[in-house]
Every structure is written in C-alpha cells, then in structure tokens.
C-alpha cells in the first residue's frame, strides 16, 4: 500500500495552469502507480488552465466550489461531485469564475493504450 498524506502531496507545475496549485496523490513522484495517476488541483478564483488537449483522457471530479469546463463543442459549469472525461486529443480550458477557491480531483493514465 503507498499511503499519500494530502498535506504532504508533492506539488507539481503544469505549463499554462494560472493561479493554481496542483499535487499529487498517486503516480509519478507520489509514489508506484502501473496504470493512472491522481491530482488535486486548487483554483484560485479566477484561476485558469488555457485552451490545451493531452493525448491520453483525463477524468474530473469536483471536490468544492464551482469549475467551468470549456471544449470546442462549448463550456458546462461542474459543481461539487460533478464530474466529466475528457477524450484523448479532446481541448479543454478550465475556470474558476467564482469568488471562493475551488478543488478538482485529476485521474489521468500514464500513456496512451495500444492500439488493439
């Protein structure tokens, strides 16, 4: 079992991510992980990412406050326990448009699956 303590999580710092903290729960230099890792990323109000995509998809869970999502398809407002995946190759622009911070759980794979 590798125990990750939330006030211990090592910080990391993603390109184009603005007032935001980002940690990590599992994977990476949290600790051993074989498929997928997990973050919390704190938004600040008026934090943002800019209009990006990955090649893998990524998963969103609300943990608090208010967190717009905008695609090229459009823009939904996620509250707490909301959640919503992003396909790979998919853009994305996240928000904090509120006045009080707000928490968003990131479960994301580590690589591309093969193709089958």
Request: with cysteine.
């Amino acid at each position: 079992m590798n125990v990750t303590r939330f006030d211990e999580a090592p910080e990391y710092f993603p390109a184009n991510h603005v007032l935001m903290r980002c940690v990590r729960l599992q994977g990476h230099e949290a600790g051993p992980a074989e498929s997928l890792w997990l973050g919390v990323s704190t938004l600040e109000p008026g934090g943002y990412t800019t209009m990006d995509a990955s090649s893998v998809e990524k998963h969103y869970v609300v943990l608090a406050g208010e967190v717009c999502v905008a695609t090229d398809d459009g823009e939904v407002a996620l509250r707490t326990f909301d959640s919503c995946r992003l396909a790979p190759g998919e853009r994305r622009a996240l928000h904090n448009r509120s006045g009080r911070p707000a928490q968003l759980l990131l479960a994301m794979p580590f690589a591309r699956p093969a193709p089958r």
